[in-house]
């Protein structure tokens, strides 16, 4: 199928055929300066798992994890310094939810050797029973990368992580694998559990940069842009498109955008009870499926959403109102 021989030797699609799905970013998990809710500074495990369980009741396709090693100290006052163990938190949600997918949003996957993080992530998806999803992005704080990968780390990100994600993609599939890259170069060693996902795990890529479309064209099975705009969407999406017919032969890939904050109502024009802020979408169902529908129409299938809301309980009760009534109007 590859016109690209570094690329991995399947294709896997997760989102069922015809159909748009919607995901989350968990909160708490991770406590930017940037997105963090008052309410999630001081939320308590027990609510964390209470929310997790609720979107996988609720029929929420995807939790996402994000991943940071550490931050420095000129970036903690913009991104905090409360960032959960992608590994640990998975494995813990693994546990706790039955049915919705596990995603690493984004897995910084140069920042560890191949072998480890194949290790890592198929024991996720055996303890899931075949639910991960290897959400996969270069990274971009620069002073981890020199702690955790060496001085030249963070300039060759890019490279590192095309050729790590060519190497992952090969442990999924093989229990004894053989690579040789330029920084990694292994063979003759066994990485057991196998995951459960045959021939593998999806591996999703994060990042609109254009270089991270590429990867995504030549290496990914599905994307999860990062910043992109609903204006500039159909335009990145048709890049990426004919990036993928050129490298992967037009290879199926599941699409994602990252929604505007909404407030679901229980109908159009209910006053919300509170002053939200200018950016958050407060509608009714019928309009916010509308608004997502919109994104579907330019090629998206997976939706990632979030909520502006006051307390853990909120965000439940959000959730659940998006899974009875928006959700089922969302279509291709």
């Not at 955008?257 to 169902?285: C, F, N, R």
């Amino acid at each position: 199928m590859s016109t690209n021989p570094l690329a991995p030797k399947s294709v896997v699609s997760t989102v069922p055929t015809g159909t748009v799905v919607w995901g989350m970013q968990l909160p708490i998990q991770s406590q930017s300066s940037i997105y963090v809710s008052e309410w999630e500074k001081t939320a308590s495990i027990d609510e964390f798992a209470h929310i997790a369980v609720a979107a996988d009741l609720a029929g929420c396709f995807y939790l996402g994890v994000c991943d940071h090693t550490a931050i420095p100290e000129r970036l903690v006052e913009a991104m905090g310094s409360v960032w959960y163990d992608t590994i640990a938190t998975l494995g813990w949600l693994a546990g706790i939810t039955t049915r919705t997918k596990l995603l690493s949003h984004v897995f910084i996957l140069s920042q560890r050797h191949p072998l480890r993080a194949a290790k890592e992530l198929a024991t996720i998806d055996l303890l899931s029973q075949g639910r991960l999803i290897a959400g996969i992005g270069a990274g971009h704080v620069n002073e981890e990368f020199d702690v955790l990968s060496g001085d030249d780390g963070f300039r060759s990100r890019g490279r590192d992580t095309d050729e790590a994600v060519v190497a992952l993609a090969t442990c999924f599939e093989n229990e004894v694998p053989t690579h040789q890259g330029e920084r990694w170069e292994f063979s003759d060693m066994h990485v057991s559990p196998r995951p459960v996902q045959q021939p593998r795990p999806p591996i999703w890529i994060g990042g609109s940069s254009g270089p991270a479309l590429r990867r995504t064209a030549a290496l990914g099975d599905g994307w999860l842009p990062q910043g992109t705009r609903r204006k500039d969407l159909p335009g990145q999406i048709a890049q990426l498109k004919e990036m993928r017919a050129e490298l992967r032969d037009g290879a199926p890939l599941d699409i994602g955008t990252i929604a505007e904050p909404m407030y679901v109502l229980e109908k159009s024009g209910q006053d919300p009870g509170w002053d939200l802020p200018a950016y958050v979408m407060a509608a009714g169902p019928e309009e916010i499926a509308t608004s997502m529908n919109e994104l579907a129409t330019m090629g998206v299938n997976h939706l990632q959403i979030a909520f502006r809301v006051r307390s853990s309980q909120e965000f439940i009760e959000q959730t659940q109102r998006f899974g009875e009534l928006v959700a089922p109007h969302l279509h291709a």
